[in-house]
């Protein structure tokens, strides 16, 4: 990598961190119940290796009765044994796992693309990213289930280029975002297959590491199966939409059909994504 490549890499990682850590414990203001919570479960699990509920080092946290996924507050722990539980140590790791992601987004980049300039381009946008910008500054699941998908697709295209160990590491990579968020596990599974089929020859010529991090896999598929809370049914029952709501829909009025009903509210819900009034003057409640 040419030198001027890794200076503008270094102020765009730097803009990032500044953007991501500057009054990290004011901006927004107050911790949101979900990272109070988390970050609660973080000290309880640091100090006593237990969660709130007094389970011992649980896969999924009881938390509202919603069962939080593991990753960010795992992580979270040591820096909260480190220096202490607040508001800036609370949201500390979705900031370094931000800005861990521009390095990673712009290795990533540059294998994909074979290009410095479109690498570059691709850290600056999601270090200047709204969006990105806005998880990163609080103790989001969703922050750290993009950080490991990115890394795990990272490590797996570093192996294919000779460091066949890193297959393991993308596989656990993938397996911890999973464990991350939700739409991980719509996301993932299908993303692994496809990189399996496609690359299945080069993957075997990886040899022994190739079938150990298929055993990776196999332990999370395990996890999963024997863990059914982490699949989310929790959160889906309480943000399901009741049948008196979907029956007060143009659609169900029309065919009597809570099928129809529900997707005519998932579309108006799509599109309320994109409204100024959403994007630019209110935002979510």
Same mark, same amino acid.
């Given at each position: 990598?040419?030198?001027?490549? +890794?200076?503008?890499?270094?102020? /765009?990682? @730097? ?8 009054? *990290? ?5 107050? *911790?949101?119940? &979900? ?7 973080? =000290? ?15 896969? !999924? ?12 507050? =795992?992580?979270?722990?040591?820096? #909260? ?21 521009? #390095? ?9 693309? +074979?290009?410095?300039? !479109? ?18 500054? %609080? @103790? ?11 890394? %795990? ?10 460091? %066949?160990? *890193? ?11 999973? *464990? ?21 020859? &080069?993957? #075997?010529?990886?040899? !022994? ?15 999963? /199966? ?33 099928? @129809?009903? @529900? ?14 009034? =959403? ?7």
């Amino acid at each position: 990598m040419k030198k001027e490549i +890794k200076i503008f890499l270094f102020l /765009i990682v @730097l803009m990032a961190a500044f953007l991501r850590l500057y009054r *990290l414990d004011q901006v927004p203001p107050s *911790l949101n119940w &979900d990272e109070a919570d988390a970050g609660y479960n973080a =000290y309880t699990i640091v100090n006593w290796g237990k969660d709130e509920w007094g389970e011992f080092l649980p896969l !999924v946290f009881t938390s509202f009765k919603d069962d939080k996924h593991p990753t960010h507050i =795992y992580l979270t722990a040591p820096i #909260v044994k480190l220096f202490g539980l607040s508001d800036f140590t609370t949201r500390l790791s979705g900031a370094i796992i931000g800005i861990l992601s521009v #390095v990673v987004i712009f290795y990533l980049a540059r294998i994909l693309f +074979k290009g410095d300039l !479109v690498a570059l381009l691709s850290a600056l946008f999601l270090a200047v990213s709204p969006y990105h910008l806005h998880f990163s500054r %609080g @103790l989001w699941e969703i922050n750290f289930a993009l950080f490991f998908f990115m890394l %795990g697709l990272l490590m797996f295209y570093l192996a294919l280029q000779g460091k %066949g160990w *890193l297959i393991n590491i993308s596989f656990l990579s993938f397996g911890i975002s999973i *464990l991350s968020y939700h739409s991980s596990k719509i996301i993932i599974p299908p993303i692994v297959f496809a990189l399996l089929v496609f690359y299945i020859k &080069d993957l #075997v010529k990886l040899s !022994v590491n190739f079938y150990f991090s298929i055993l990776i896999l196999l332990i999370f598929a395990v996890i999963l /199966i024997s863990n059914p809370r982490l699949l989310g049914m929790a959160r889906v029952q309480q943000t399901g939409f009741a049948p008196d709501i979907i029956e007060k829909t143009q659609t169900f009025q029309k065919t009597r059909n809570h099928t @129809l009903g @529900l997707l005519e509210i998932t579309f108006n819900q799509y599109l309320t994504h994109f409204t100024p009034q =959403y994007l630019f003057i209110s935002g979510d409640q």
